[in-house]
């Protein structure tokens, strides 16, 4: 997978039944500089995570992750940088890849919704405990070496 001008590009030998996702690292900046990232919990499945889903017919990774990000969260956002991908096997058996985005929060609130329960704002140091998967927690760590929340925040 390569990423040009912003898109992820997928293979052209990748698996016919791969499912398309994207989502958002959504961060704010509270007094001090100080960085939060929004982390929701889902009841339906148990888990703390970030906001992500299923692209739709003609969406980029990009247009997805900013959809999904309203959808569960309720905030409209705009997209800082490209962070990385996810891979693995989805509960019904498929290959699975998650592009994720780094976004900052222009607008909007979260309220209860069909897919997300909770949402809940840390800071850096107590977002990856939370997290319930592995590979989330491992997208975080590249989230964590970015420059752009180190030199918005100060």
């Known amino acids: 997978m390569y990423l040009l001008s912003g898109e992820l ?9 791969l499912i398309r996702a994207a989502g958002g690292i959504v961060h ?18 148990g888990d703390w ?3 992500k889903g299923k692209l739709d017919a ?12 309203v959808e569960e969260t309720g905030m409209f956002c ?3 940088r490209f962070v990385g991908t996810t891979n693995y096997t989805h ?13 900052s929060v222009n607008e909007g609130e979260f309220a209860p919704n069909e897919e997300v ?7 850096l140091e107590q977002v990856r405990e939370l997290l319930t998967w592995d590979r989330d927690q491992e997208l975080f760590d ?11 925040a100060s």
Do not use: S
């Open 78 to 80: 705009r997209v800082v």
């Open 117 to 123: 329960d909770e949402l809940v704002w840390l800071p």
């Open 9 to 17: 590009i997928i293979p052209k030998d990748a698996p016919n039944d």
């Open 28 to 45: 704010r900046f509270v007094l001090g500089g100080r960085v939060e990232i929004a982390c929701i919990y889902r009841e339906a499945r």
């Open 58 to 69: 003609g969406e980029t990774f990009e247009q997805a992750a900013l959809r999904e990000v």
């Open 49 to 51: 995570t970030f906001p």
């Open 142 to 152: 590249l989230v964590l070496q970015l420059p752009d929340l180190h030199a918005q």
């Open 91 to 103: 509960r019904k058996g498929k290959p699975k890849i998650v592009a994720y985005y780094l976004m």
